[in-house]
Every structure is written in C-alpha cells, then in structure tokens.
C-alpha cells in the first residue's frame, strides 16, 4: 500500500507526494541543527537519516523506498529511547543495522516493530523525566500523530487534492517535537553523566 495510505493524491511527476516530500525537510532541518551538538548528534543523525527515508518514500517512490522509510524511522526512535541509557551505543549503527536486516527480511514486521520500540521509548523517556520540559515536546508528537491518522486514506480529514495534508502535519510536528525534547533534555544528560548544574 506504501504512501497510498497517506492520503495526498500520488501524481506521475518525481515528487509522488509534492506535500508529503517537502515537510519531510523539517527532519532534515532538526537534524542538521542537532549535528552541532556533540551529545545530541546521534539525534541528529537520525533525524536526517529519517528525512531522507521519507523523502524517497513520499516522493521518487524507488524500489527500497518503503523499507529506507521504515528502518530509518523505527531507528530514530530507537535512539531517541536509548539516549543516555547503559545501551546507548546498540541503538546507534548495531540498531540501525538490526532494524535493516530485519525489514529486509521481514517487511511484514515493520509496522510492529516501529509500534514496540514506541511503546519502549516512551516508558524510558519519562522514566528519566516527567516534568513540562519532556511532556509538552511529547505531547506535541502525540497530537500531531492523532492529525497525521486521521488524515490517512479514508479518514475524516483526508483531502487528497488538498495542499494541507495532515500527514505533512505529522512529519513537522514530529520533526519539532524531537528537536525541542533533544534540547530540553541535554541538560538533564550534563546534570547525570558530569555532575553539572541543569
């Protein structure tokens, strides 16, 4: 089904999804910001590796542009929930590697896996912090993942000739939501890691 179920009309020109590609620059955005912050930078990197998996998947639709779009994704998640923790370095390049050879293989998973590793961050994100700092950043994804649903192929809010496209909604949201969380949260890594003042 692919980005059909995005909603956004797919046209025959190299950008399939003309709105769906270009919001997927917010990750692209984010993450070039965070690459200047050291302790930030795997955020960073897996936020532009994210926008360039979406950006394959909405817009060229090559072969492999589905699974770009699913590894990169679920690995962003998975980093962002292994921030700080003792297992921080297997949710870099060995998650990134795990999640490729697993959709390859088994791209039924996908969907799942990306649900699973969710659910994880979530639980070790405010296992850390449940201050406004962590939650607004948070909640801001949450909402915006609601709009980017029901604007999905035959949801309430989907338009498929329209140039708001919720699901464009979602992607800057999403991109914002995890730059603002990243940045809030680096004091709180100085604080626990050398001892310093948040």
Not at 66 to 92: F, N, T, Y
Not at 172 to 180: D, N, Q, R, S, T
Request: charge should be negative; charged fraction near 10%.
């Amino acid at each position: 089904m692919g980005a059909a179920t995005d909603c956004e009309a797919i046209g025959t020109g190299f950008l399939g999804q003309p709105i769906n590609t270009i919001t997927c620059a917010a990750f692209l955005i984010g993450g070039g910001y965070l690459l200047a912050k050291p302790r930030l930078r795997w955020i960073g990197i897996a936020l532009i590796a994210t926008g360039v998996g979406s950006i394959l998947f909405h817009g060229p639709m090559w072969a492999g542009s589905e699974w770009a779009h699913d590894v990169s994704l679920a690995w962003l998640i998975l980093v962002i929930a292994g921030l700080g923790q003792s297992w921080e370095g297997w949710s870099r390049l060995p998650g990134l590697v795990g999640f490729g050879v697993l959709f390859a293989a088994l791209p039924s998973v996908a969907d799942p896996a990306a649900l699973a590793v969710t659910v994880a961050a979530v639980y070790f994100v405010l296992g850390r912090d449940r201050s406004l700092r962590t939650l607004l950043p948070m909640s801001l994804i949450g909402v915006t993942a609601v709009i980017g649903r029901l604007g999905a192929t035959g949801n309430p809010l989907c338009d498929p000739q329209s140039w708001l496209q919720m699901h464009g909604i979602w992607h800057i949201g999403a991109a914002v939501g995890v730059v603002w969380w990243a940045l809030n949260t680096e004091p709180l890594l100085a604080e626990r890691e050398f001892g310093l003042p948040s």
